[in-house]
């Protein structure tokens, strides 16, 4: 078991190098070319590449046709649709998470599949309604119950665990933009782990709840920046550092999307810091000091590591 879940790890872990490189997540085809934008080059921008009859756009042929079941071609689709990035300032905010239909709409209803003795739907079947969805997977007396597949009319999917007619458990669900969410439901809801690709080439990784990025995270700008700390229902919280793609490190302490002074920035080395008012610096100050300021920012003051070489490491899930 353990053994099993070590090899996900270094699965996903392969996933995210090549995500960060511009590469399709589940077979390593290059989708965009990387430039560097700004000063000192500190700024990505990825621009869609074309190849004959393998990628068009940005968009990996090969594993877009694929199975849908397949986690690494969902990821991929995370990718598919990244436009050309965009400049982000010294405190970007982090994106919202499209909301999405928990059951299919309502209307008329076409099953193909068994029947137990009291003429419920029980085992696997078909299930189309007339607005266009369909639903192929497993059913329990009458409901779905246990993995299935919903196909919304949109073109859009869930791919995952179902329970009482409603997402619950571990699933995958990807949105006709391009966005891909891989982790924990319940009641219908993302919560719990899990991992969210965003179509513009940021991806975040931590807890959710009511369908919301809450409680700790990680959040990778497709600039190249990553935030790291706690969320309240979409909008940072608490303690949080910021890691800029030189290495520098900005340390905070959020109240509802809003930084709140003093905050303390490290120099790539750790051997500086300067005090930070109002986002910018306001003198040079010494360790002990911007110890002291991150003691402030509820203990956030713990050395990082560069954004391409942080191991993610297990969130549990609570909030």
Not at 209 to 236: K, L, M, V, W
Not at 267 to 274: G, H, L, P
Request: glycine share 14%; with cysteine.
């Amino acid at each position: 078991m353990a053994e099993a879940a070590t090899n996900d790890d270094l699965q996903q872990s392969i996933r995210d190098d090549r995500y960060r490189l511009g590469q399709c997540p589940n077979c390593g085809t290059q989708l965009f070319k990387i430039k560097k934008k700004g000063l000192l080059n500190k700024t990505e921008v990825r621009k869609p590449l074309t190849t004959p009859g393998l990628v068009e756009r940005g968009q990996c042929l090969k594993c877009l046709s694929s199975k849908p079941a397949d986690v690494g071609v969902l990821a991929a689709a995370a990718i598919a649709s990244v436009g050309e990035g965009k400049e982000e300032g010294d405190n970007p905010q982090p994106r919202a998470a499209q909301q999405q239909p928990n059951n299919a709409t309502a209307g008329e209803t076409v099953y193909i599949g068994d029947f137990n003795e009291q003429g419920e739907r029980h085992g696997p079947g078909e299930l189309l309604w007339s607005n266009g969805d369909k639903y192929v997977g497993s059913f329990v007396s009458g409901l779905r119950h246990g993995q299935g597949t919903l196909y919304f009319k949109d073109g859009s999917e869930y791919v995952g665990a179902w329970e009482r007619n409603v997402m619950h458990g571990s699933g995958t669900r990807r949105f006709k933009n391009g966005d891909v969410y891989i982790g924990l439901y319940a009641n219908g809801k993302r919560s719990g782990e899990g991992r969210f690709y965003f179509a513009n080439g940021d991806m975040y990784y931590g807890n959710w709840e009511a369908d919301q990025i809450h409680g700790f995270g990680r959040y990778y700008y497709n600039s190249g920046i990553s935030f790291e700390g706690t969320f309240n229902f979409g909008r940072r919280h608490g303690k949080g550092k910021l890691q800029k793609r030189d290495g520098e490190l900005e340390i905070y302490r959020y109240e509802n999307n809003t930084r709140m002074d003093p905050g303390v920035r490290w120099s790539a080395d750790r051997t500086k810091a300067w005090r930070l008012e109002g986002g910018r610096i306001k003198r040079s100050i010494t360790i002990a000091e911007a110890v002291s300021i991150g003691y402030q920012c509820e203990g956030a003051m713990e050395d990082s590591v560069p954004v391409d070489d942080m191991h993610v490491p297990d969130v549990p899930n609570v909030t």
